[in-house]
């Protein structure tokens, strides 16, 4: 995020990308990485669900969310930074 808000000065801009970043997760029903693992991991911790189920419902779909997610991130700018030239 902190990328794609330094590549604008312009507010409205700004708000957009940050729309553009964040509406995909609220739309898809997808939780953020950080703040569902805690809530995971604190369900294994108190005993309502075990550690295996922990990692094979949550740590692996958001490990290969971010994954992916990364990756197409990376390549949209590395295409607008190099994708014209050559």
């Known amino acids: 995020m902190a990328w794609?808000?330094?590549?604008?000065?312009?507010t409205?801009?700004?708000l957009m990308l940050i729309w553009l970043a964040t509406a995909p997760i609220a739309a898809f029903g997808f939780r953020h990485s950080i703040a569902?693992?805690?809530?995971v991991f604190y369900l294994a911790a108190s005993g309502s669900i075990s550690l295996v189920e922990a990692i094979l419902t949550f740590e692996l779909p958001a490990l290969?969310?971010?994954i992916i997610g990364g990756v197409?991130?990376?390549?949209m700018v590395n295409h607008g930074?190099?994708?014209?030239k050559g």
């Open 4 to 10: 794609l808000l330094g590549s604008t000065k312009s």
């Open 12 to 14: 409205p801009a700004q």
């Open 36 to 39: 569902g693992s805690t809530e």
């Open 64 to 66: 290969a969310g971010n």
């Open 72 to 75: 197409v991130l990376v390549a």
């Open 81 to 84: 930074q190099a994708g014209g």
